[in-house]
């Protein structure tokens, strides 16, 4: 398996994998927002690719600046997304795109590192556990139409 920062050339692959990720997104939001990763700064994503350069899975991670609920520094790592295909889980490929994130983050100076989950996925609250995320604050938040 192979880690790679994601380019132009693995635009499509990454975006068809984000919208299996992202399901209830509009398509149109998705691009747009992979199309700024790919030119920002503060913003990577790593795509893991088998022997045969399958695409298995991506990770998009940010350099936060502002509050990250539970954090003591500032600028903060969040993980903003991490996807891998069903049939590759449980064989180390989030594993090793955490690992890259960590490097990524390190390279920047970053001392903590930040992610979230829904309340009900218990399967992502597992998930983050097990790379040694400790839990920062239980928030709900509200909306009100106006």
Do not use: C
């Not at 790919?38 to 022997?51: G, P, V, Y």
């Not at 500032?74 to 449980?90: A, Q, T």
């Not at 390190?106 to 998930?127: R, W």
Request: proline share 2%.
């Amino acid at each position: 398996m192979k880690i790679e920062g994601v380019t132009k050339k693995d635009f499509s692959e990454w975006l068809k994998m984000g919208l299996l990720f992202w399901e209830k997104h509009p398509e149109e939001k998705i691009k747009k927002e992979f199309q700024e990763i790919l030119h920002s700064k503060k913003e990577a994503a790593f795509i893991a690719r088998d022997n045969y350069n399958t695409p298995l899975g991506f990770v998009n991670i940010a350099v936060r600046n502002d509050y990250v609920e539970g954090s003591k520094t500032n600028p903060v790592g969040y993980i903003e997304g991490i996807y891998v295909r069903k049939e590759y889980r449980k064989k180390g490929v989030a594993k090793q795109l955490i690992k890259e994130s960590e490097k990524w983050f390190i390279k920047k100076g970053v001392k903590e590192m930040g992610s979230d989950a829904e309340i009900n996925n218990t399967v992502s609250h597992a998930f983050h556990k097990s790379f040694g995320f400790k839990k920062g604050e239980t928030l709900i938040h509200y909306i009100k139409k106006l």
